[in-house]
């Protein structure tokens, strides 16, 4: 079953098409890195007219790279939930124009549920059930995939996510958005111990987070040594702050594991970072307990993962309709 898959819920369009909900077939990719650096972060209104530039020349991409016509397609997959509105409604609205017109079969995909499916891709024998922390710009969970359409949340964060801290954290450092790349390498060449920042776990839930107290903890240290005149090394600032938020993650991955879990995931863009990798690949080892990494290119949000995880909710008979709307947050 080959699924036509299309991702539009922040700043990255992705059009793929992906079959049996393992095999990708084409991943096209159109980043809007250079459009939004020098405001810092995303604009909607430009991220959504970026998008509805690139959907179309991105489709016909990732349909030729396939080998395959819109005849060849078996069901239209679609990021409809959460992310930004408009950028939502951009593909939401191609793809069930595209529908409408074909008679293919239309689905809505969350887009969390999309990062959890991107472990499919990368890992032929991972099967429900599992835990899946989703670690991201936007979102910071821990989730148990009881089956490949059935999900229980465990926990979240309770304000920022993970990787909006590190953009937050890497735009006082003057580091371009998005700062998490240049922000992994310099924690490679800085002390981790020469700061101590708050962590970000909330201590009355075993599986919660909160991010918000941490950046503005990073943000108020520079800005008093600023004032003081005392200077301050960007390696050693990225560096604490990564061990503090490495060691958030451990103790709720231990948390996870005392609780009887046996297979983990780890997925979403903060997933790519090698810390973070090295930390909780270290711990599950240490504890006898698999841990599934999703493959770096597939971290970030792309059209593959809603492929995958589109092939599923149609096994399931989650089809969609033309009144099917997009949404800004939604539970997984």
């Not at 708050?198 to 040594?225: C, E, Q, Y």
Request: glycine share 10%; hydrophobic share 40%.
């Amino acid at each position: 079953m080959k699924i036509l898959a299309i991702e539009s819920s922040c700043d990255e369009t992705g059009v793929a098409v992906v079959e049996d909900g393992r095999k990708i077939l084409s991943n096209e990719v159109l980043s809007q890195i250079e459009i939004h650096a020098r405001y810092g972060g995303v604009v909607p209104e430009i991220a959504s007219r970026a998008h509805t530039e690139a959907i179309t020349p991105l489709t016909r991409a990732a349909l030729e790279k396939a080998g395959a016509a819109l005849s060849d397609i078996d069901a239209i997959a679609v990021t409809a939930k959460p992310g930004l509105i408009g950028a939502l409604l951009v593909g939401l609205s191609f793809a069930k124009g595209l529908s409408y017109s074909t008679g293919i079969p239309l689905v809505g995909v969350n887009h969390m549920r999309g990062h959890i499916a991107a472990g499919y891709l990368g890992n032929r024998d991972l099967e429900p059930p599992f835990t899946a922390f989703v670690l991201s710009g936007g979102h910071t969970s821990v989730i148990r995939v009881n089956d490949y359409t059935d999900f229980t949340v465990l926990g979240c964060t309770r304000d920022d996510a993970a990787g909006e801290a590190f953009d937050k954290v890497a735009r006082v450092l003057s580091i371009d958005y998005p700062g998490g790349r240049e922000m992994d390498a310099l924690a490679s060449k800085g002390d981790p111990s020469a700061y101590d920042f708050p962590s970000p776990i909330v201590r009355t839930s075993p599986f919660d987070f909160s991010f918000s107290g941490i950046k503005t903890a990073v943000i108020n240290r520079l800005h008093n040594d600023a004032q003081k005149g005392v200077a301050f090394s960007r390696e050693d600032v990225a560096a604490s702050f990564t061990a503090s938020v490495v060691r958030a993650l451990c103790d709720r991955m231990t948390n996870v594991i005392d609780s009887g879990a046996d297979k983990l995931l780890l997925c979403g863009g903060v997933a790519a970072n090698t810390h973070v990798r090295a930390a909780l690949a270290g711990l599950c080892e240490s504890r006898g307990v698999r841990l599934y990494l999703t493959p770096s290119e597939l971290c970030g949000d792309n059209g593959a993962m809603i492929g995958s995880q589109g092939y599923y909710e149609y096994l399931a008979g989650n089809i969609s309709d033309i009144s099917l709307n997009s949404e800004a947050q939604s539970e997984i």
